[in-house]
């Protein structure tokens, strides 16, 4: 009951934002995956800020960003990072800290 008082079931449970350089390929396929992966797997549940640091180079600044595109997972948890095109499904799964599916726990991801 207490429990129930003190979550806010409007908020949503992850907070990602991803870091990106403009349209460049790298950038585009990261925005796609993540965007698949939450739809897939957060439905619901996320909140997706993509920030293209070109325009708002501050922001990277703030995170200390080395390079791009960089998905941060600010909640739940730990904050966590992962650079590329966030291509490796399984990769960012983990991160998330998601179940891997079981047509992925025997795919061959190189």
Same mark, same amino acid.
């Given at each position: 009951m207490e429990a129930e008082e003190l979550a806010d079931p409007a908020g949503p449970?992850?907070?990602?934002?991803l870091?990106? /350089?403009g349209a460049t390929p790298n950038s585009v396929r990261a925005?796609?995956?993540?965007?698949?992966?939450?739809?897939?797997y %957060?439905?619901?549940r996320y909140e997706l %800020?993509?920030?293209?640091?070109?325009?708002?180079?501050?922001l990277a600044q703030e995170v200390g960003l080395i390079a791009a595109p960089?998905?941060?997972?600010k909640r739940p948890g730990l904050v966590r990072r992962l650079? &590329?095109?966030?291509?490796?499904?399984?990769?960012?799964? /983990?991160?998330? &800290?998601l179940p891997i599916p079981p047509e992925l726990d025997h795919a061959d991801n190189g």
């Open positions: 449970e992850y907070a990602l934002h870091y990106i /350089t925005v796609h995956n993540i965007k698949e992966i939450c739809e897939l %957060l439905k619901g %800020l993509i920030v293209d640091i070109y325009q708002q180079p501050e960089t998905l941060v997972k650079v &590329g095109d966030l291509s490796d499904r399984r990769r960012v799964l /983990t991160a998330l &800290g």
